[in-house]
């Protein structure tokens, strides 16, 4: 809480009244803010915290302006190290929204990811928050910058705001409560599409061009570092956004790589480090983060789902398999101490207080996402059939490792899958449609499962299964 006192007010009508006169030819100008820094500095933080209350926009342009003007004999504005010691003596101590102000003054690249970075470093776990949720409407516009060396054009695609709210989220120590809590507060204030930009600015995307060559590189490292934060969220919503938003990206990076102009060796290997993290990420919770892909997705085409188990399967088939074959078993119920049929048929109420059979849907969505991944890697038929056997061979193994009640577990075999596939006479999309039908609870005589949770798991996975 700002404890408003005589001083506080005096400093920033000082701030203004100083940045309104800099002195014949500016002279005046670093002495001024020389004297603004120091008067910050002395003030206590909670009397420090209204000064950027009590300045208007106007003020905290006038201000910039200074910071940032060139000049000699005392008419030039701040060095780096003293702008950075400006920015971090008003982020430990100014409210969320202040700083957000501060950046809309501030509002060059090198000036934006310098704030942010005080900000990380020394704002308080509530002013970061509030900092990203004020910063997150200024994402829209994708500010990104371009540089020209030796007649090379190189254009970063990362938005400067989207890059800034991503210094600060990274900045959160998941691995307390505390932590925890801002971090899933902050995710939770921003809409999909401004996390999805966010995420696009933790690949560092770059274009490098000139005649008769254009190339793309990536740099992935604070985008790993927030998938790794996320997998510490104990908010299955949370995890399902930026998860969302992850796979929205890895989505675009495969689409460059595969232009065979642009195709690179780093890309797929970034490619393969994202895809990684989130499937730690969806192992922490893989029927929560299901859940919000599934209530999240209107259209029910399950794209970014899609795009993640194509990436999961495409260089390593069998590890790829071994993986989603355990988020199979868990959606189908395995570790619940359930039967395949008992879960299956589970119903809960929705915000109406209307029973419906959520898990029968969650498992139908992701079905749908496995069928659409595996179509994507535009396998043949046989190869098709090797990719579906080989996910539920796997599933098959996950739930009699991770068990059930009193031992009971699907009925479905491998032999059954072959069957299955054999008798789809090297048709895509008809060994597709089998997978979803595989899915389904299997009793142990090998009869398929017929009853009232049968209708909503083929409303989800029917489509994406037969298309």
């Not at 008419?75 to 202040?98: I, M, N, P, Q, Y």
């Not at 997998?231 to 919503?237: I, R």
């Amino acid at each position: 809480m700002a404890t408003l006192t005589r001083a506080t007010f005096q400093t920033a009508y000082n701030i203004q009244s100083r940045s309104l006169d800099d002195g014949i030819l500016g002279v005046s100008r670093n002495g001024n803010l020389h004297k603004t820094l120091d008067e910050l500095r002395q003030l206590p933080p909670g009397e420090r915290e209204g000064v950027l209350t009590n300045l208007s926009d106007t003020a905290l342009n006038e201000l910039a302006s200074d910071v940032n003007a060139a000049g000699i004999l005392g008419a030039g504005g701040l060095s780096h190290d003293e702008k950075r010691t400006l920015f971090d003596t008003l982020a430990e101590s100014s409210t969320g929204k202040d700083l957000a102000r501060l950046a809309s003054a501030f509002d060059s690249r090198d000036d934006t990811q310098l704030l942010a970075e005080s900000v990380a470093n020394k704002g308080s776990l509530q002013s970061r928050s509030a900092y990203i949720e004020a910063m997150s409407p200024r994402t829209a516009d994708n500010d990104y910058g371009r540089s020209f060396a030796l007649g090379v054009a190189i254009t970063e695609h990362v938005d400067k705001d989207a890059k800034a709210i991503l210094t600060v989220l990274n900045s959160f120590d998941t691995g307390t409560s505390e932590g925890r809590a801002s971090f899933d507060q902050a995710i939770n204030s921003l809409p999909q599409s401004v996390l999805n930009n966010v995420l696009k600015a933790g690949v560092d995307k770059t274009a490098y061009s000139g005649t008769g060559f254009y190339t793309v590189s990536y740099r992935t490292e604070t985008a790993n570092k927030l998938l790794e934060r996320a997998a510490k969220s104990e908010d299955a919503y949370v995890k399902g956004k930026i998860f969302s938003s992850a796979a929205n990206v890895v989505s675009g990076m495969r689409a460059v790589q595969n232009n065979i102009l642009l195709a690179t060796k780093t890309t797929d290997s970034n490619i393969r480090g994202i895809t990684e993290r989130m499937t730690v990420l969806m192992n922490t919770d893989a029927r929560g983060i299901i859940r919000k892909l599934n209530n999240s997705d209107d259209a029910g085409v399950a794209t970014e789902l899609g795009a993640y188990i194509s990436e999961i399967l495409r260089n390593d088939l069998e590890g790829g398999s071994k993986i989603l074959g355990q988020q199979l078993a868990l959606l189908q119920g395995a570790g619940t101490g359930q039967s395949p049929t008992d879960f299956f048929e589970q119903q809960v109420r929705n915000r109406s207080d209307k029973l419906y059979y959520r898990n029968a849907q969650d498992l139908g969505y992701y079905v749908g996402g496995m069928c659409k991944g595996v179509d994507q890697l535009n396998a043949d038929s046989t190869e098709t059939g090797s990719i579906v056997k080989s996910i539920l061979s796997a599933g098959i193994s996950a739930a009699n490792s991770l068990g059930r009640a009193s031992g009971i577990v699907s009925g479905l075999t491998s032999f059954m899958v072959d069957d299955v596939v054999k008798q789809a006479n090297d048709d895509r999309s008809k060994i597709l449609h089998g997978l979803q039908g595989l899915a389904m609870p299997v009793y142990a005589d090998g009869e398929r499962y017929q009853g009232p949770a049968e209708g909503p798991f083929n409303a989800k996975a029917g489509y994406m299964c037969r298309h």
